[in-house]
């Protein structure tokens, strides 16, 4: 945390503040710089003090080191076992409350479900979870499926799994589970379009405008 103050800037804490409208404490530090202060963290660390450094981090409820606790814990390869991790990254999704911070953590949860995409059984789970982020999170997690250039069967099983998860979310009117299932459309529209367009076809009328619009941004005219 003392690394992270030293970098505050209270004018930016205040404009970030009012952004993201959340009555957590910002320091008004830059994502490259937090980016950098946790790049030095984890290769200072063994996997253990990593993983209690996050949690700690997590736990402060200040802004940025809650960027810095995500980015700590986001690499493709963790060994020797990264269950530890995966458990930390899910229970923050169960209580998300800010889409910024959200995606940072997404983003680490995302490898760790490449990793073991047997873990998809519990993300499936919060489907109808009553947080709004955490459904979100269902989408934001599996993006890294849609950008698959040459996905092998059991890669396009879990897209046409997540596809059901779109269909689901399709009927939620909440603009920012909108605006995730047209970003997963629109991801897939660059390796798939085949896919977004059936997808479309069958599922397209029940989405806003807007979500519409998105998903169908990147296809091939």
């Known amino acids: 945390m003392g690394e992270l103050k030293a970098l505050a800037d209270p004018v930016k804490a205040a404009e970030m503040a009012a952004y993201h409208k959340t009555a957590r404490p910002f320091l008004g530090v830059p994502v490259p710089a937090v980016e950098a202060l946790a790049k030095d ?12 450094l996050a949690a700690a981090l997590w736990d402060s409820d200040v802004h940025e080191a809650r960027v810095a606790a995500a980015k700590l814990l986001t690499q493709a390869r963790i060994r020797p076992d990264d269950a530890a991790v995966w458990e930390l990254i899910a229970g923050w999704a169960e209580g998300f409350d800010s889409w910024a911070l959200a995606d940072h953590a997404a983003a680490a949860g995302g490898r760790r479900l490449v990793a073991d995409p047997a ?56 603009w920012f589970m909108q605006k995730a ?41």
Not at 41 to 52: D, G, H
């Open 119 to 174: 873990r998809l059984d519990r993300v499936e789970g919060w489907l109808d979870h009553p947080n709004m982020l955490t459904r979100r999170a269902t989408l934001v997690m599996t993006l890294p499926w849609t950008r698959l250039t040459h996905p092998k069967p059991a890669e396009l099983a879990v897209r046409r799994r997540v596809l059901g998860w779109c269909a689901h979310h399709a009927t939620d009117r909440d």
């Open 41 to 52: 963290w984890r290769a200072a660390c063994s996997l253990a003090e990593r993983i209690a």
């Open 181 to 221: 299932v047209g970003w997963w459309l629109r991801d897939l529209s660059r390796h798939d379009p085949q896919a977004v367009r059936d997808w479309l076809s069958d599922h397209g009328a029940r989405l806003k405008p807007f979500a519409r619009r998105e998903a169908e941004r990147r296809l091939p005219g």
